[in-house]
């Protein structure tokens, strides 16, 4: 694909139209700069974006959000529906890493207050949430447990006292996808998870102490609790290794099945079944439970998190609280009902690298936040900002209410390791007043942010086209890698 294949259709508006290949049933519409469009050029992302449009009963277009990148089968930062009555469903599209998301917390507990003790802040966290690969959480679970959690999500820690009534409504389906069923988890895929709830995990995912550095929107910074000068906490993690199991799972299980059902898909990484079908449900159900396993992962962290955020900071300040804002997932299908060219459908949303982004007046947009729209987190790649957007009316007629989901990559973590050596890169950032923490300094230097694109410039984008109102940007001071 080259530059020329694409068609300019606004400011930060292209698509690639259906004529580009025989066989596609829709256009591919993305949301980019001039400058992300050369990136996202340089790897297989587009052509990606293209194949996902032979997705059976697919819905409108696919689209590509400006944090794009190439994943397997379908690109990261792309968003596809198909139609629940006849249409089929993909692991590919959803992602390996199911429901890896962002929870935000905030607190009243200024940067000043908390200076003398940022680093043992940040230490006793460290010490409290298991990281890197295979890193254990809670206490080796029995499998009775495990399928509570699979099909509970955050329930389970709520039952567990490891969360309250008010963490559960500041998560995305309150923390729990209804549709799940542990007998469609494999036992490997289980035995993954029995010792990996309350952990952080590997690549890119990360624990975040930030300061909010400026307010766009003072209603929405309000209703979220977010004060100029005043410490946030951002965990990204999801479904550790029982998600990534799931996935491959059923990606090979699919794969399969094509000849079945008559599919021919451009990428076996796209292998997928009719919803409906036998096969597809197993899916749902079991991507279901793993998003489940997500949502209590980043709730069992947070509870730990609090704690330690409480016992640090009370040595400055009296009763320092840290509240929950919002927990959204990255990588998930989710059955919506949205209008297509003024026809209202059914449709399973595949988003890959992207989030919810519901305006005002939605139904699924949490009750605390009616007001002012669905919250839309994007964190940073550790040593930029990370942005709380909420989500606006052109979601719904452009990208089936969805946004983007962080700075997305320019650099493979192979490439990214010749870009900077890691002693490097701790001390480029610890001159920009950025403590960090990780458990690989391998790891640390492929998640340097030089291997990321402009997070500012992609929040723009969305910005622009409409699909999200700026409220906050966090600068980050302090940072655990997994």
């Known amino acids: 694909m080259n530059f020329n294949d694409l068609k300019k259709t606004g400011e930060v508006e292209w698509v690639i139209p259906s004529s580009y290949r025989t066989g596609m049933k829709g256009d591919v519409y993305i949301i980019a700069s001039h400058e992300i469009i050369q990136h996202s050029l340089a790897d297989l992302s587009l052509e990606q974006a293209v194949n996902a449009t032979f997705l059976p009963g697919l819905v409108g277009n696919v689209v590509v959000m400006p944090d794009v990148h190439q994943g397997y089968g379908f690109p990261i930062g792309g968003i596809a529906a198909t139609d629940t009555a006849g249409g089929a469903i993909s692991p590919g599209a959803i992602g390996y890493d199911i429901n890896c998301g962002v929870r935000l917390m905030a607190s009243h507990v200024t940067l000043q207050d908390a200076s003398v003790v940022l680093a043992d802040l940040l230490q006793c966290i460290y010490t409290a949430i298991p990281s890197g690969l295979g890193k254990g959480g809670l206490p080796r679970l029995s499998m009775k447990n495990l399928d509570a959690i699979l099909t509970q999500g955050s329930g389970w820690a709520l039952q567990n006292g490891y969360a309250d009534q008010v963490d559960l409504n500041c998560t995305e389906d309150n923390g729990c996808m209804k549709q799940a069923d542990p007998t469609y988890v494999s036992i490997r895929a289980k035995e993954r998870g029995l010792e990996q709830v309350g952990s952080l995990g590997a690549g890119n995912h990360f624990i975040e102490i930030s300061v909010v550095d400026k307010i766009f929107s003072l209603k929405a910074a309000e ?87 409480e016992e640090v900071l009370k040595r400055r300040r009296k009763n320092p609280t840290l509240a929950m804002v919002y927990d959204l997932a990255h990588n998930i299908g989710k059955i919506e009902k949205h209008s297509v060219e003024n026809v209202a459908r059914e449709v399973c949303v595949h988003r890959k690298g992207a989030t919810r982004a519901f305006p005002v007046g939605s139904s699924l947009v949490p009750e605390q936040y009616h007001s002012i729209g669905h919250p839309v987190l994007i964190p940073g790649s550790m040593g930029t900002a990370s942005w ?13 209410g969805s946004a983007c989901h962080g700075a997305g990559r320019v650099h493979s973590r192979k490439s990214a390791r010749k870009l900077m050596r890691s002693e490097q890169l701790i001390n480029e950032l610890k001159m920009q007043g950025i403590e960090v923490m990780a458990g690989s300094l391998s790891g640390l230097a492929e998640e340097t942010p030089q291997a990321y694109k402009d997070v500012d410039e992609v929040v723009g984008c969305v910005s622009k086209a409409g699909l999200v109102d700026k409220v906050a940007r966090l600068r980050p001071v302090a940072v655990i890698k997994g």
């Open 388 to 400: 709380v957007l909420v989500g606006r009316d052109n979601a719904m007629q452009i990208s089936f």
């Open 223 to 309: 209703v979220m609790g977010l004060e100029e000068g005043c410490l946030c906490i951002m965990i990204h993690s999801g479904s550790r290794g029982l998600g990534h199991q799931v996935c491959a799972d059923y990606v090979q299980q699919l794969q399969n099945v094509q000849s079945k059902y008559g599919y021919t898909m451009p990428d076996r990484e796209l292998a997928c079944a009719p919803l409906h079908s036998k096969e597809g449900q197993a899916y749902l159900s079991a991507m279901n439970c793993a998003a489940n396993y997500a949502f209590c992962n980043r709730q069992v962290m947070a509870y730990r998190v609090q704690i330690a955020f």
